[in-house]
């Protein structure tokens, strides 16, 4: 009892010694100003990189892998880099900068390989010979160019980019099977290939697929709806079946044809599946998808903890930090969120109950003497 009474006074006389009036500590000698902070205008210095590429990677209508050019180089990029420079065309777009976006989201029809007696399914492929399509396809590429087609529909209006957002659907079927109970593998020539680490069922390739579906679903013709859904909440269940660490829930990076899982975490793995969760519950209204994503975010602060705690510099901690609060903000909006929509009530506790956790914490303190 004296443990409780001591340490009661203590927290008492804490608390009173911050009242107002209290003198305060002001430092003295010369102070050093607090730096100015440069005003950064991104969409001009977009523009400037988004010009810097034009005047050195470009060739012909299409562009370079690299400059100055290495060996090995194709004479053209590869599909990836490409389709990233159409999505930051979208967006100075938007700025009203002359990006000519219609030109850049149409040279992607220079990646698409037909179906054809090789292939039985139309999709992208990862190189061009300037006219179409070559080279080794895969899922995840396709996914997000699927996502950069929906937004030339947005933009543009045009029928023809949300109807080969339609076949990439199609294509990305054609990468699911019932090997691990379903999933999307990586590469369309490297399904299950024991002993072949690229052989795998990766976060990314599901991730994104899930993400183009939900997008594709919002202006899809009303007879695919029941379909694209179906088959994103499929992919969904199988991420957070196979690649979900049940520890902090956030997602391991693959499991390869063996079964062997890499367990790398990387941020836009998980990033894309909170993203999907949320759009998941936007859709159905399902508060799991929203219990997911808080589970989620509160097993991300806790890492990010670590992080701060052992941060080598003042840089790092500060920018580790920024990302911390951003996560905690975000945790907290999905809290209140799910409290508003009635997913966590509170219940007022009884006397009985009240009078028994203070008995309990009082033979602690008890015992601590």
Known sequence: MKRFIYTSALAISLFCSCETGVEEWTPTGPQTPPPTQEVVDYGARGYEVFN???????????YRENFPAQAGDGTYSFLWPYNCLTTGAAFLSDLEYDVDYQ????????????????????????????????????YDDNSIVGLSLLEAYER?????????????????KSGKDDIFGGGIWWNESLKNVPGNESSNKPACANGYAIQFL??????????????VLAFAKELY??????????????????????????????????????????????ITNDENYLNDI???????????????????????????YEMFKQIK??????????FRKGFYT?????????????NTLLNKFNEIE
């Open 52 to 62: 810097l590429v034009q005047e050195y990677y470009k060739t012909g209508n299409l």
């Open 103 to 138: 030109t850049l989201i149409d040279g992607l029809s220079c990646y698409w390989m037909e179906s054809n007696g090789t292939h039985q399914i139309a999709g992208y492929g990862s190189g061009t010979d300037g006219t179409s399509g070559n080279s080794d396809r895969f």
């Open 156 to 172: 543009l209006n045009d029928e023809a980019y949300l109807n080969r957002a339609g076949q990439i659907v199609d294509f990305l």
């Open 214 to 227: 939900l997008k594709y679903y919002e202006v899809c013709p009303q007879d695919r709806k029941e379909e």
């Open 237 to 282: 269940e199988w991420v957070k079946t196979n690649l979900e660490d049940s520890t902090d829930h956030c997602y391991w990076n693959s499991k390869d044809a063996s079964g062997s899982i890499n367990k790398t975490k990387w941020t836009y793995n998980v990033g894309v599946m909170i993203q999907n969760g949320v759009c998941l519950y936007e």
């Open 294 to 320: 808080l589970e989620t975010e509160k097993n991300m602060s806790v890492n990010f903890t670590y992080a701060l705690n052992e941060a080598s510099n003042e840089t790092l901690f500060n920018e580790i």
């Open 329 to 338: 903000e975000a945790q907290r909006n999905l809290f209140e969120l799910s």
């Open 346 to 358: 509170l219940e007022k506790a009884e006397t009985n109950k009240i009078n028994e956790e203070y």
